[in-house]
């Protein structure tokens, strides 16, 4: 290979924590060519399911040189995105791209509207006309029902589920079995809890518990 020569199915895993592991998973899955992980919080040599840990984020300008354009995103969240989303866009302003990654078993209708890099997980359902946003992640056995428009770093945990003609703000987090109901609109930098059912429309901010879910606090 000539050294910058583009390698279209190379990719480099931003992160090595748990979330990784479910990205590793599905870059298998679809037969991807994975170069390694970047993680500043572990050592250099270091493996994750089997894959180096080639260093930290400073290793990126070196691979995008080496032809490697493709980053996934391997840092999850759970209503602090922060370093994710820093991580995302030095990585951008590099010049990688983020292809979205889709498990083999997701289901998605052919009228989803979706933004770059994000992660739709094993049995996650997205139906017609909806909108997802950059940087989500739907998670396992997750549903988004028709018309629902999720935004930019929105992490929808697995079993949850989110009605007809909802909305979800910029980086909330919905928790692991919650419900948002039809129509109702969750705001920006939201955490709605565990198993919790959203009858109504949600401030930007909010940590939101229980069924029906009520206000626990306000996020400063």
Known sequence: MISGEIVEDRYIVLGAGGHAKIVLDILK??????????????????????????????????????????????????????????????????GFSFPNLIHPTAVIADTVEMGEGSLFAAQCVVNADAKIGTLCIVNTLAVIEHEVNIGDGVHIAPHATVLGQASVGQNSFIGAGSIVLQGVHVGKNCIIGAGSVVLHDIEDNCIMVGNPARLLRRRK
């Open 29 to 94: 899955k679809q037969g991807k060519f994975i170069y390694g992980l970047t993680d500043a919080s572990i050592p250099k040599g270091e493996t994750c399911m089997g894959y180096p840990v080639i260093g930290d984020d400073t290793e990126l300008p070196f691979l995008l040189k080496k032809g490697i354009c493709n980053a996934v995103m391997g840092i999850g969240h759970v209503g602090y995105p922060k370093v994710r989303n820093s991580v995302y866009k030095q990585t951008l302003e590099i």
